[in-house]
């Protein structure tokens, strides 16, 4: 709710006067609530809670509602959003013109460095919902936004419904869905006050794992969650996963979802193609990473940047830990697929952000329960302590050190650490797994 407190270090402007809260007690305020939320989460899933399912699900969803009609805050990305948007009404290109090639605009103006000149690096369908926010709102920064935040909110406990509905007739595994996704505090943070265009991506995959009986409307919504950001599609290997002996239904299913987000990326033009490829190749402060790349500059030189080399350590690391989870969990179904190469690719990719971490919270709420929810929980507390908040503009220089010393060197050791933690955990219980001795065949 920092929200309500109007603009600040934490929440950026939409256009009215800078309010009195310090930039001090705007970060400890939002300090607090993620370290509160965070603790609440980890006690919830380890001990549980006395809220039933459904109240959790109406607490989250009104959270979500509020959230909507008050000021975004944590980062500044809605504004991309709606210079976006602006710019495809007004007939630019977004994915070859930043907000600095519209100088004066009203909707422009509003987006802070150093995103000024930065083309977008979302998928088409993402970009039709911030041209049609923009078509809605006008000149109105603030009616573009809230078109965005109604947009985004609605989509978030769209999900969380999906979700609590697919677990009701398991109470157990319906409240650690609405613990997981909708009653949530740290992603309520990041994807609602946030409104990271991450929550519709997460929606298409949701509901085509749940539609995955009928493979034209899997593959359609599979398709469209590709549409939305390009990284969401490693949910598909969950269904290709559970169908690869029937081909016929593969073939219809991945048919369906190339089409779709083929269509979509051909009426944005090949070059909705090229942001996405040069930030594949970026590397994020608080990745282990992005320390893997000081100490080969320390070692070697620093006359590259090493990208190729990280870029092959990720896949790797993905690999390694999607198949010993894969070894290690129950279920070897698509929802059980699709949660380890989620939360893998949350742990391995050498760019990662707080709100990535939505895609493996909406895949865990899914598959069964694990120690791998506590991971997860982990993982999400680090990033949104180390980008803290994930903007430039308004920042003193007294607090310098959470992005010098937080994000760029405690956050890297401790997400290494928790990889490395979830790598044994699975490790371990994989092999006590095979150890266990099998149920002898009955007697005839």
């Known amino acids: 709710m920092i929200g309500l407190l109007g603009p600040s270090a934490v ?41 039933g399912a459904r109240a959790l699900v109406a607490f989250g969803g009104t959270a979500a509602a509020v959230l909507a009609f008050l000021p975004p ?19 630019l290109n977004p994915y070859t013109h930043g907000a600095a090639d519209l100088p004066g605009d009203p909707i422009a103006a509003a987006v802070e460095a150093p995103w000024r000149e930065e083309a977008s690096v979302y998928g088409p369908v993402a970009t039709a919902v911030q041209a049609l926010a923009s078509w809605i709102g006008g000149d109105s920064l603030r009616v573009t936004i809230l078109v965005l935040a109604l947009v985004n909110a609605v989509t978030f406990v769209g999900t969380g419904l999906l979700l609590d509905r697919f677990t009701r007739d398991d109470p157990a595994r319906r409240l650690r869905a609405a613990l997981l996704w909708t009653a949530n505090p740290l992603l309520i943070y990041q994807l609602v006050a946030g409104m990271h265009i991450d929550t519709l991506a997460i929606a298409c995959m949701v509901a085509a794992l749940l539609a995955r009986g009928r493979p034209v409307g899997s593959g359609a919504l599979l398709g469209l969650g590709v549409a939305v950001k390009l990284n969401a599609g490693l949910v598909a290997l969950g269904p290709a996963w559970e169908l690869r002996r029937r081909p016929g239904r593969l073939a219809v299913m991945a048919g369906v979802a190339v089409a779709v987000a083929a269509a979509g990326y051909a009426l944005a033009g090949s070059a909705a193609l090229g942001p996405v490829t040069r930030t594949s190749k970026a590397v994020a402060h608080a990745s282990y990473w992005k320390t893997f790349q000081g100490f080969l500059q320390s070692v070697v030189g620093v006359g590259s940047a090493y990208r190729a080399e990280i870029q092959i350590g990720s ?60 991971f997860a929980a982990g993982h999400l507390i680090v990033l949104s302590l180390a980008y803290l908040p994930a903007r430039v503009e308004m920042q003193p220089p007294d607090l310098e050190w959470l992005r ?23 490790w371990t219980t994989a092999a006590r797994a095979r150890r266990r001795p099998r149920p002898a065949a009955p007697r005839p």
């Open 315 to 374: 896949v790797l690391v993905l690999a390694l830990l999607a198949w010993v989870m894969f070894r290690a969990l129950p279920g070897r179904d698509a929802l059980a697929v699709a949660a380890v190469l989620a939360v893998a690719y949350v742990f391995a990719t050498p760019y990662v952000l707080p709100w990535y971490d939505g895609l493996a919270f909406a895949m865990l709420a899914l598959a069964g329960a694990s120690a791998v929810d506590r």
């Open 11 to 51: 929440v950026p402007a939409l256009g009215s006067p800078a309010s009195g809260v310090s930039p001090h007690a705007a970060v400890g305020l939002a300090a607090a609530a993620i370290v509160l939320g965070g603790l609440g989460l980890l006690g919830g899933l380890t001990f549980g809670s006395r809220a």
């Open 404 to 426: 010098v010393v937080v994000r760029q060197q405690v956050a890297p050791w401790a997400l290494l650490a928790l990889t490395l933690g979830l790598a044994g955990w699975a």
């Open 73 to 91: 805050s944590g980062s500044a990305d809605h504004l991309n959003y709606a210079a976006y948007g602006r710019m495809v009404t007004l007939g």
